[in-house]
């Protein structure tokens, strides 16, 4: 693994776009620019910022620059079996820490070891002015009051361009195997409510195409007293299923209509609204193929109490991001006026006026 600290050279970088009021556009391993609106701007390239900067297995913490490689980190958590507790999603082997921390997405196993915000401990990072300024700690106990680091979960380096992160980890499982039922989505969300209630060793639950998939983490006891509470087959390990959810190469995810991710309660029933469904995070992420316009689709997730967001292959007319309430987008305006007074960084990736 390559150590290059670059964090002088893209503090000037920062420093001078903000003397000439000139936009910035941050990119890592460019894996996930399809992610949120294009933004005009200066290339600012991260991905030469490299290396890990400490690592304490004993301590379950890690920090490190935000250009390293995913696949880098968790080979080296391999070797002492440990790994990112969020699963971060990949889509391509050059997919960054700073950039899974950016878009503060989670794979399968969000809603049973955590979000990307739950792992953060602290991040540095070179905010709109060209300071460096650092957040956190690499302890697992922040009473510091209001958590700078974790608003850079998903807030797509609209705040502050990453330079390093310190963030927690957790030992992987003894054994990791997967069950699969034939199911209606109906009675998929109802299973997995009354399973998410019980003690039982889930840290996957999927549904897709009237077949659920569970993936069951812990010692091969405990897995397989879990089998018989749960029945039916057992795929033994099936790591391809849950790897091809996670990074989007499942075929579901290869469709050319609009994409779009509905962040609901769990236990909502199926939504009335046409498309092909993915069902994940036990009910809570449901992923939705279709070409229903944006209007419909938001309107009918509201009413549930949920959000929608237009994940890839949508139209530049359409707003990305479930539009915010005006006393949200206000405390947005705030923060980012506190942090990027110029609005140089990545100015309307999220939204516009951001």
């Known amino acids: 693994m390559i150590q290059q600290d670059l964090t002088e050279p893209l503090r000037e970088r920062i420093a001078g776009a903000c003397?000439?009021?000139?936009?910035?556009?941050i990119r890592?391993?460019?894996s996930k620019s399809f992610y949120g609106h294009p933004c005009e701007g200066e290339s600012v390239d991260v991905s030469q910022h490299t290396g890990?900067?400490?690592y304490e297995p004993s301590e379950l913490v890690i920090q490190a620059r935000a250009g390293t490689a995913l696949t880098d980190i968790e080979k080296l958590l391999d070797q002492h079996r440990q790994m990112l507790a969020f699963d971060p999603p990949h889509f391509s082997p050059k997919g960054t820490l700073g950039g899974a921390v950016a878009t503060?997405?989670?794979g399968p196993g969000r809603p049973f070891t955590g979000s990307v915000r739950d792992s953060i401990l602290g991040v540095g990072l070179i905010n709109g002015r060209g300071e460096i300024l650092n957040f956190g700690g690499q302890v697992m106990k922040n009473v510091a009051g209001y958590d700078v680091s974790r608003l850079?979960?998903?807030?797509?380096g609209t705040l502050g361009l990453l330079t390093d992160v310190s963030l927690k980890v957790l030992p992987k499982p003894a054994s990791v195997y997967t069950l699969q039922q034939l199911c209606s989505q109906q009675d998929a969300i109802l299973r997995f409510?009354?399973?998410?209630?019980?003690?039982?060793?889930?840290?996957?639950?999927c549904w897709f195409d009237d077949h659920l998939y569970l993936r069951l983490s812990g010692t091969e006891t405990g897995i397989r007293q879990a089998q018989h509470q749960l029945g039916d087959k057992l795929l033994e390990q099936a790591p391809d299923w849950w790897t091809s959810i996670r990074d989007h190469r499942h075929d579901f995810f290869q469709r050319q209509s609009p994409l779009?991710?509905?962040s609901v309660p769990p236990a909502t029933p199926p939504l009335a609204i046409h498309g092909e469904w993915l069902?994940?995070?036990a009910g809570g992420q449901r992923w939705l193929s279709s070409a229903e316009s944006a209007e419909t689709v938001r309107r009918i997730t509201a009413s549930v109490g949920g959000h929608a967001t237009l994940f890839r292959n949508g139209d530049q007319t359409t707003d990305v991001f479930h539009p915010l309430p005006a006393p949200l987008f206000s405390l947005h305006r705030r923060l980012k006026q506190a942090l990027d007074p110029k609005g140089i960084l990545n100015p309307g990736r999220m939204y516009k006026g951001l």
Not at 152 to 156: E, V
Not at 193 to 205: D, F, G, R, T
């Open 52 to 54: 890990v900067l400490e």
């Open 152 to 156: 850079m979960a998903g807030a797509l």
């Open 279 to 281: 069902i994940d995070w």
């Open 104 to 106: 503060g997405l989670a």
């Open 260 to 262: 779009w991710r509905l």
């Open 19 to 25: 003397a000439d009021k000139t936009p910035v556009s």
């Open 28 to 30: 890592g391993g460019n």
């Open 193 to 205: 409510s009354e399973w998410m209630a019980k003690p039982l060793p889930l840290s996957a639950a």
